[in-house]
Protein backbone atom coordinates (compact mmCIF):
# COMPACT_ATOMS: atom_id res chain seq x y z
CA UNK A 1 0.00 0.00 0.00
CA UNK A 2 1.10 3.67 -0.40
CA UNK A 3 -0.33 6.32 1.11
CA UNK A 4 0.06 10.05 -0.50
CA UNK A 5 0.49 13.33 1.60
CA UNK A 6 -0.01 16.51 0.63
CA UNK A 7 1.01 19.94 2.00
CA UNK A 8 1.12 23.22 1.56
CA UNK A 9 -1.88 25.12 0.47
CA UNK A 10 -3.61 28.13 1.90
CA UNK A 11 -4.63 31.52 1.05
CA UNK A 12 -2.49 33.38 -1.05
CA UNK A 13 -3.80 36.90 -3.38
CA UNK A 14 -3.80 37.19 -6.80
CA UNK A 15 -0.10 37.54 -8.28
CA UNK A 16 1.55 35.30 -5.46
CA UNK A 17 3.23 31.99 -5.13
CA UNK A 18 2.64 29.02 -3.09
CA UNK A 19 4.74 25.22 -2.72
CA UNK A 20 2.71 22.27 -2.71
CA UNK A 21 4.63 18.76 -1.68
CA UNK A 22 3.04 15.44 -2.25
CA UNK A 23 5.41 12.67 0.29
CA UNK A 24 4.81 8.97 -0.81
CA UNK A 25 5.13 6.49 2.28
CA UNK A 26 4.33 2.90 2.13
CA UNK A 27 5.51 0.88 -1.06
CA UNK A 28 6.99 3.02 -3.32
CA UNK A 29 9.44 0.54 -5.49
CA UNK A 30 9.17 0.89 -9.47
CA UNK A 31 7.08 3.77 -8.91
CA UNK A 32 6.60 5.21 -12.35
CA UNK A 33 5.17 9.20 -12.07
CA UNK A 34 3.22 11.38 -9.64
CA UNK A 35 0.62 13.73 -11.11
CA UNK A 36 -1.01 16.87 -9.64
CA UNK A 37 -5.21 17.16 -10.27
CA UNK A 38 -7.19 20.56 -9.34
CA UNK A 39 -11.03 20.20 -8.69
CA UNK A 40 -12.64 23.84 -8.28
CA UNK A 41 -16.39 23.56 -7.01
CA UNK A 42 -18.74 22.48 -9.74
CA UNK A 43 -15.78 21.78 -12.42
CA UNK A 44 -14.14 18.35 -13.66
CA UNK A 45 -11.04 17.52 -11.82
CA UNK A 46 -8.21 19.19 -13.85
CA UNK A 47 -4.81 16.87 -14.95
CA UNK A 48 -1.86 19.93 -14.79
CA UNK A 49 1.44 18.39 -14.37
CA UNK A 50 2.93 14.92 -14.57
CA UNK A 51 6.75 14.14 -12.92
CA UNK A 52 8.15 11.23 -14.52
CA UNK A 53 10.21 9.63 -11.65
CA UNK A 54 13.09 7.97 -13.67
CA UNK A 55 13.95 10.53 -15.78
CA UNK A 56 12.98 13.81 -14.72
CA UNK A 57 10.90 14.34 -17.47
CA UNK A 58 7.38 16.65 -17.02
CA UNK A 59 4.20 17.96 -18.76
CA UNK A 60 2.07 20.28 -18.23
CA UNK A 61 -1.59 21.48 -18.82
CA UNK A 62 -1.60 24.88 -20.92
CA UNK A 63 -3.79 26.20 -17.96
CA UNK A 64 -0.79 26.01 -16.05
CA UNK A 65 2.29 26.35 -18.66
CA UNK A 66 5.03 29.06 -17.48
CA UNK A 67 3.46 29.68 -14.54
CA UNK A 68 3.58 26.36 -12.63
CA UNK A 69 6.60 23.52 -12.34
CA UNK A 70 6.97 20.00 -10.46
CA UNK A 71 9.87 17.94 -9.80
CA UNK A 72 11.39 16.31 -7.05
CA UNK A 73 11.21 17.33 -3.60
CA UNK A 74 14.02 17.55 -0.74
CA UNK A 75 13.55 13.67 0.42
CA UNK A 76 13.01 10.33 -1.77
CA UNK A 77 9.50 9.91 -3.53
CA UNK A 78 8.64 13.67 -2.91
CA UNK A 79 7.45 15.39 -5.57
CA UNK A 80 6.73 19.72 -5.33
CA UNK A 81 4.32 21.98 -6.81
CA UNK A 82 5.68 25.48 -7.60
CA UNK A 83 2.61 28.02 -8.34
CA UNK A 84 3.53 31.30 -9.38
CA UNK A 85 1.72 34.14 -10.66
CA UNK A 86 -1.57 32.92 -9.21
CA UNK A 87 -4.72 33.85 -10.09
CA UNK A 88 -8.20 33.56 -8.59
CA UNK A 89 -9.26 31.06 -11.38
CA UNK A 90 -6.79 28.56 -9.53
CA UNK A 91 -8.40 28.47 -6.77
CA UNK A 92 -9.20 24.69 -6.00
CA UNK A 93 -8.94 21.69 -4.47
CA UNK A 94 -5.05 20.14 -5.16
CA UNK A 95 -4.53 16.45 -5.36
CA UNK A 96 -1.47 14.48 -6.03
CA UNK A 97 -1.97 11.34 -7.69
CA UNK A 98 0.41 8.04 -8.60
CA UNK A 99 0.84 5.94 -11.68
CA UNK A 100 2.72 2.66 -11.49
CA UNK A 101 2.86 2.22 -15.28
CA UNK A 102 1.67 4.83 -17.31
CA UNK A 103 4.01 7.55 -19.04
CA UNK A 104 3.14 11.44 -18.89
CA UNK A 105 0.43 12.46 -18.89
CA UNK A 106 -2.21 10.41 -17.82
CA UNK A 107 -6.20 10.67 -16.51
CA UNK A 108 -7.63 11.19 -13.31
CA UNK A 109 -9.12 7.72 -14.01
CA UNK A 110 -5.98 6.11 -14.75
CA UNK A 111 -4.55 7.11 -10.96
CA UNK A 112 -3.66 4.01 -8.89
CA UNK A 113 -3.51 6.28 -5.79
CA UNK A 114 -4.78 9.65 -4.59
CA UNK A 115 -3.93 12.25 -1.89
CA UNK A 116 -6.15 13.80 0.29
CA UNK A 117 -5.88 17.18 -0.93
CA UNK A 118 -5.18 20.18 -0.09
CA UNK A 119 -7.09 23.63 -0.66
CA UNK A 120 -5.82 26.19 -2.53
CA UNK A 121 -7.32 29.63 -2.69
CA UNK A 122 -6.35 32.86 -4.06
CA UNK A 123 -8.19 36.32 -3.63
CA UNK A 124 -8.60 38.77 -6.11
Not at 25 to 34: A, C, E, M, Q
Not at 105 to 119: I, R, V, Y
Request: some cysteine; glycine content about 12%.
Amino acid sequence: QVKLVESGGGLVQSGGSLRLSCAAIGYTSDLHSVAWFRQAPGKEREGITCFALRDGSTTYADSVKGRFTTGRGETKDSVYLQMSSLKPEDTAVYYCAINWFANCPWSATEANWWGQGTQVTVSS
